[in-house]
């Protein structure tokens, strides 16, 4: 009996030490979560952040840049993005997101797809967007590889 509990004194023993060991393991590989930061693309010097648990994150000072992301130097094929853009809220189409660039006009030129229902706005309604975007060498277009993460008024 006393044999017994030694063994399975041993055994709980080997198991703790092995389960720490391994935790620790993992601690020291997230470590590493120092950005890094990318040169700006003639948009007023964005920033762009990469994290190892996360998406490349970029802050557009002109929505008019949303069309064109896939020539933004910062955009590569097969990596994600989120970016985030004050734009003005123009209207939901199917599960597009219509968005302006520019205040008081009556044509949307941000396209975004959207998931799930998003608050009420009106038409002209100031709003700071979040979509994330995976670029690819098919479709470049923002509305055809994006999704909303989130619309505030702002």
């Known amino acids: ?7 399975f004194g ?9 389960f720490s060991m391994a935790g620790c393991k993992a601690k020291e590989k997230s470590a590493d979560t120092s950005p890094v930061s990318e040169a700006g693309s003639g948009t007023g010097g964005n920033a762009a952040q990469n994290t190892p648990s996360g998406p490349i994150a970029i802050t ?10 896939h020539n933004d130097s ?3 094929e097969g990596g994600t993005y ?15 997101l219509m968005l302006a660039s520019t205040p008081g006009i009556a044509i ?14 009106k038409q002209g309604d100031p709003v700071r967007v979040v979509f994330s ?11 055809t590889n994006s999704e909303l993460v989130s619309i505030t008024a702002r």
């Open 10 to 18: 041993i055994i709980v023993l080997v198991t703790v030490i092995g």
């Open 133 to 143: 975007y995976k670029p690819s060498i098919i479709t470049k277009q923002s509305y």
């Open 108 to 121: 949307s030129d941000i396209s975004v797809e959207i998931k799930s229902r998003i608050p009420d706005f």
């Open 1 to 7: 009996m006393k044999n017994t509990i030694k063994l």
């Open 74 to 76: 910062r955009i590569k």
């Open 82 to 96: 989120e970016i985030t853009v004050d734009a003005w809220y123009h209207s939901v189409y199917s599960n597009i």
């Open 60 to 69: 557009l000072d002109d929505p008019g840049d949303i069309p064109f992301l």
